[in-house]
């Protein structure tokens, strides 16, 4: 249990940076989709 909080926080950290990034590219996809046509949008 010694080095229990840096692996919690170094858990935490990680966690914490990948749910951000998550968020940052769903909304970046969405205000794209918004600018795009429907030739660039061939999959709908």
């Given at each position: 249990m010694k080095h229990a909080s840096f692996i919690f926080g170094s858990w935490g950290i990680t966690a914490v940076s990948i749910g951000v990034?998550?968020?940052w590219v769903i909304r970046r996809g969405r205000?794209?989709?918004?600018?795009?046509?429907?030739?660039?949008?061939p999959w709908t």
């Amino acid at each position: 249990m010694k080095h229990a909080s840096f692996i919690f926080g170094s858990w935490g950290i990680t966690a914490v940076s990948i749910g951000v990034y998550a968020v940052w590219v769903i909304r970046r996809g969405r205000e794209l989709a918004k600018r795009a046509t429907r030739e660039e949008m061939p999959w709908t």
